[in-house]
Each structure stands twice: as C-alpha cells, then as structure tokens.
C-alpha cells in the first residue's frame, strides 16, 4: 500500500465530491418525487452510480414507460463510457482483471478526465489512487443522494436555486480541462453541432450519443498530431 498515492486520490476525490454534492442531492430529491422511496433510491446510486443516467431513469419511470425502453435510453446515456474504458485501458494494463471490473464500475467522467490527465503527465495508474480517488466519490455520492431523498421536500422547485443547471456545468467543465489537447475545438465543434440536429431531429436522450458520434468521427478522419516537443524531420535530411 502506497500512502502517497492514497493521500493524492482522497485529495482529488474530495474537490469533485463537494462539487457533485448539490446534484447528488437533487437526485435524491427527484426520484421520491417521482415515487421511488428512500431504500430504492440508495439501491440505484449504489449500482446505477451514474447521474445522467439516474435522472434520465426516473423521469422515464415517473411516466410509466416501458422497462426496454428505460434500459434503452440509459445505454445511449452512457454509451460514452465505451469509449471511455476503451481509452483507459492502456493505462491499466498492470491491473488484474477483478482490479479492472472495479475500476471500470467506479469510471465516471470526473475519473476519466483525472486518470488521463495523471497518466499524460507520466504518472503511473496505481490501484491505491484508482480506488482511493473513486471511493472519496463514491461514498458523499451515496450519502447525499439520501439525504436528498429523505428531506428533498424542502427543496421545491429545483429551478429556483438554479440547481438544474450543474448538470450542465459539470459536463462543461470536464471538457474545458481537455482544451489542450490536439484537434479539441473542431471535433468539439463536430459534437455540439451532432448533439443539436440529434435533440432536434431524434430527440433526448438520443442527442448525447449521437453527438459523441459527430466527435469520434470527426477525430478518426482529421491527421494525427505529434507529441509536443516532438521534433520534425526537414525535407532534404535524412
């Protein structure tokens, strides 16, 4: 056990805990008002453990729509979590594969962004920061989101206390921390513009995945960068 490592992701963690908070309590407060009860609602943070997918789950619920249909639309929620395991796991190769279902539970985007920005700098990926980071998460997540449950009614309407919108500026933030990294704007562009004609045309929560689509594509078909401080080769010389 590295305490180093430990010490660092409890740190990290804590920042992205107090932020989510707030929207965790939202949560909670929503799925009673949409008739879930306190037990339920601790059962699909602890599994589901994806908000996203969470509030787009209980709106369907609430209007008594069709269990494929809510599986469904909470699939093409997450479905950027593919691409996102796929991303990471030449950074887990040393992970056994238990280590590596568990890590991949716990991937939420706040820990993608983090585990990709630490293995860039050229840090290792230890499990002790993996799960430390996760877990400091994981458990205010949890806890919040009863507590949202259980006093949710003091709450009322979301939208006075501009609660609505962390979704929003969460997801927001998360891009801008990858501002630097080649092609960024274009494919972003490519993104936001898919994510537009895929709500106007097909509808939520389609536009999500159909957005990330328009981005993927967009990064497949422009040239790849090279490293910074990567030297080019003149014309002339061998």
């Known amino acids: 056990m590295n305490r180093n490592e430990i010490v660092e992701g409890l740190k990290g963690g804590a920042v992205v805990a107090l932020s ?3 929207f965790a309590v939202l949560f909670g407060a929503v799925a009673v008002d949409n008739g879930l009860n306190l037990p339920e609602v601790a059962l ?3 599994t589901v453990y994806a908000g996203a997918s969470q509030l787009v789950g209980i709106e369907l619920f609430g209007q008594h729509v069709a269990a494929w249909l809510v599986v469904l639309s909470i699939f093409a929620v997450n479905f950027r979590h593919v ?7 030449r950074y887990l190769t040393h992970f056994s594969l238990g280590q ?3 890590a991949f539970f716990v991937l939420i985007d706040p820990q993608f962004a983090e585990t990709v920005r630490r293995a860039e700098s050229g840090k290792t990926i230890t499990l002790e920061w993996y799960l430390a980071f996760a877990a400091t998460i994981y458990v205010p997540w949890l806890t919040f989101s009863i507590v949202g449950a259980a006093f949710g009614a003091m709450i009322g309407d979301p939208r006075v206390w501009a609660i609505d ?10 891009v801008v921390g990858f501002r630097r990294k080649p092609n960024f704007y274009p494919v972003v562009l490519a993104s936001f513009i898919g994510s537009i004609l895929g709500y106007q045309l097909v509808g939520s929560p389609w536009h999500v995945s159909i957005g990330a689509a328009f981005g993927v594509l967009v990064a497949a078909l422009l040239p790849l960068s090279p490293p910074p401080g990567t030297k080019t080769a003149k014309a002339g010389h061998s």
Request: hydrophobic share 60%; aromatic share 12%.
């Open 44 to 46: 699909m943070s602890a």
């Open 83 to 89: 691409l996102y395991s796929a991303a990471l796991t």
């Open 165 to 174: 919108v962390l979704l929003p500026l969460y997801f927001l933030g998360i």
């Open 20 to 22: 989510s908070a707030p």
């Open 100 to 102: 590596k279902l568990l």
